[in-house]
């Protein structure tokens, strides 16, 4: 990379927080599904967004500008490929994340160089209440946010990953909006399954999880796991939920986890691993900053894993560590109590 290249390209980095408002906002204003079906003009446009038509103007000029709207003859706008995933109704839509990371993410992280100097998270600081209070608050960016964490096809990889042939129950503490546990118990018939999740969640776990073809299979308790663990199943899955948490927390849950498990339970944790060293294009270092930001939390190493599950009382059986299938930044340990 010449000097050039390099100024380019750190030139792109700096003003990335522009690219970042302008998918945020034309998410929040619905124009992937306003233009889906054909070019609209500037004034319908305005009427359609109640918004001011001379500024709608300049949002739209840069949306063109960076490739997610063209202009056409007669001044209608009309979507580019780039911008179809910011339709609510398409498969894989992008429409939550663009909301979410844009209006509630992105504001925290100019907290990072104070970060560095304090305790707690960023989000704490530039928001005046932590990640999960802000969400009890704003129920519409909590819904996008619980859209942005379901990952479809998560539970038919977590069913292709891990033998559950032994396994009658499975408990997946803090499970979101039921889409991975749904998906589990669709792909192994013979599975029941238990969501727990925190009030403003558990609502919306309940509709996804009364499928008719789940009946009789699929139950919710409400309660944050920083209490307690529901007890009594075979398998219990903790996805994506460690990083959230300080060591301390952390080390509560998994302590509620050993307390809730048999001797003959097993505890699944899913999560990407920080590796011992890193290099550039690594997923870890982001997923690291993403859980320091907005919980005070870490993404951490098999060891420093490994440590925590010690103080609980807890260890890693021995069944080899597997990649989660189509989720390479992933991997599944199985946990034990400690014996």
């Known amino acids: 990379m010449d000097a050039d290249e390099a100024r380019s390209g750190l030139l792109e980095m700096i003003g990335g927080y522009r690219a970042t408002a302008l998918v945020t906002t034309a998410a929040r204003l619905g124009l992937a599904d306003l233009l889906a079906e054909r070019p609209v003009t500037?004034?319908?446009?305005?009427?359609?967004?109640?918004?001011?038509?001379?500024?709608?103007?300049?949002?739209?000029?840069?949306?063109?500008?960076?490739?997610?709207?063209?202009?056409?003859?007669?001044?209608?706008?009309?979507?580019?490929?780039?911008?179809?995933?910011?339709?609510?109704?398409?498969?894989?839509?992008?429409?939550?994340?663009?909301?979410?990371?844009?209006?509630?993410?992105?504001?925290?992280f100019d907290t990072l160089h104070d970060l560095l100097c304090t305790d707690g998270s960023g989000f704490q600081h530039r928001h005046g209440t932590d990640f999960y209070g802000f969400l009890d608050a704003h129920p519409e960016l909590a819904a996008h946010y619980n859209t942005v964490?379901?990952?479809?096809?998560?539970?038919?990889?977590?069913?292709?990953?891990?033998?559950?042939?032994?396994?009658?129950?499975?408990?997946?503490?803090?499970?979101?909006?039921?889409?991975?546990?749904?998906?589990?118990?669709?792909?192994?018939?013979?599975?029941?399954?238990?969501?727990?999740?925190?009030p403003h969640v558990i609502e919306e776990a309940r509709r996804r999880l009364s499928d008719p073809a789940l009946e009789g299979r699929a139950g919710t308790v409400t309660g944050s796991f920083l209490d307690g663990i529901v007890p009594g199943a075979d398998r219990y899955l903790l996805v994506r939920v460690l990083p959230n948490w300080n060591d301390d927390d952390a080390l509560r849950i998994l302590r509620h986890c050993a307390a809730a498990m048999t001797p003959e339970a097993r505890l699944l944790i899913v999560d990407a691993d920080m590796p011992e060293r890193v290099s550039a294009g690594s997923f870890a270092p982001i997923g690291d900053l993403h859980a320091l930001v907005h919980f005070g939390g870490k993404l951490r190493s098999r060891s420093e894993l490994a440590v925590l599950l010690s103080a609980a009382g807890l260890r890693f059986s021995d069944t080899d560590t597997v990649p989660v299938p189509g989720r390479p930044q992933w991997s599944l340990s199985e946990v034990e109590v400690a014996r």
Request: net charge negative; glycine share 12%.
């Open 149 to 198: 964490i379901a990952v479809d096809g998560l539970g038919d990889a977590l069913a292709e990953a891990y033998d559950f042939t032994t396994s009658g129950s499975v408990a997946d503490i803090g499970g979101g909006n039921g889409t991975t546990l749904a998906e589990l118990l669709l792909a192994r018939p013979h599975l029941e399954g238990t969501l727990q999740e925190i």
């Open 42 to 108: 500037l004034g319908r446009l305005a009427e359609l967004t109640d918004t001011r038509p001379d500024r709608l103007l300049q949002i739209l000029r840069a949306l063109v500008a960076v490739g997610l709207l063209e202009c056409h003859p007669g001044g209608t706008f009309g979507l580019t490929p780039l911008a179809e995933p910011l339709r609510t109704n398409v498969p894989d839509s992008l429409h939550s994340a663009a909301v979410y990371f844009g209006a509630v993410s992105a504001p925290s």
